[in-house]
């Protein structure tokens, strides 16, 4: 089992709509967690952390269920530059710089 | 600049062969990784710098991988002998302290061993 797994998608979603995805990880003891955007054939970026009581960043929000061990991102009026592949990123509790990377769920937002 | 640099953005090169990627981090970030990339696959680590401090080499897949780190700015990774499975996007990404989480990465060398 991966210790961060994603749906790789795609998702095909049309714009306007609200799109959600998750993202699980194997580590319980993992302590913090980030989502990072990466466009075709361009380096990954970080879109936001998240926090254990979840956190919005305009129309993202990112929560985290400790108990089931998964983070979830969603996205609401989605817009067409929002056509991206989104990386579940994680961090394990014995270390303080390794981060452990999702393979990505792509998504592509329609017109 | 102001970002992470990388060079070569693509490196064509004959299996056996020696390449060298280079990496400028962003001035005073103390945190350097190299990550590698292949497609439809999660970023693997390689390697991570930080400071003065000995590097974190675990991540390297072979003893043809090496990597360096001069005065704590720019980095070279470097892969002997070169196979067809190296073959792979190259990233570099820098960040303040290790800690953080927000990582800066450069565009990537696109390395292709034929």
């Known amino acids: 089992r991966k210790e961060v797994e994603q749906d790789p998608g795609p998702f095909n979603v049309p714009e306007g709509a609200t799109v959600a995805f998750n993202c699980t990880y194997s580590?319980?003891?993992?302590?913090?967690f980030f989502w990072y955007r990466q466009d075709c054939r361009k380096e990954p970026k970080l879109l936001m952390s998240?926090?254990?009581?979840?956190n919005e960043d305009g129309r993202f929000t990112a929560q985290l269920n400790r108990a089931s061990q998964y983070i979830s991102l969603l996205i609401r009026d989605s817009k067409l530059s929002d056509s991206a592949t989104y990386l579940c990123?994680?961090?394990?509790?014995?270390?303080?710089?390794?981060?452990?990377w999702g393979a990505g769920t792509k998504l592509i937002i329609k017109p | 600049g102001a970002g992470v640099s990388q060079s070569p953005s693509n490196k064509v090169t004959e299996k056996g062969k020696d390449v060298e990627l280079r990496c400028d981090p962003i001035?005073?970030?103390?945190?350097l990784y190299w990550y590698r990339q292949s497609l439809g696959q999660g970023l693997e680590f390689l390697i991570y710098?930080?400071?003065?401090?000995?590097?974190?080499k675990s991540g390297l897949p072979s003893d043809r991988f090496s990597a360096e780190r001069t005065g704590g700015s720019v980095s070279t990774l470097t892969i002997q002998r070169t196979q067809q499975e190296d073959s792979a996007v190259y990233l570099c990404?820098?960040?303040?302290?290790?800690?953080?989480?927000?990582?800066?990465f450069g565009e990537g060398s696109r390395l292709t061993v034929l």
């Open positions: 990404a820098s960040s303040l302290e290790g800690y953080t989480g927000e990582l800066f």
């Open positions: 001035s005073g970030h103390t945190a």
């Open positions: 710098f930080q400071g003065n401090s000995a590097p974190d």
């Open positions: 580590n319980s003891a993992s302590q913090s």
């Open positions: 998240v926090y254990s009581s979840g």
């Open positions: 990123v994680v961090r394990p509790l014995d270390s303080n710089y390794q981060l452990i």
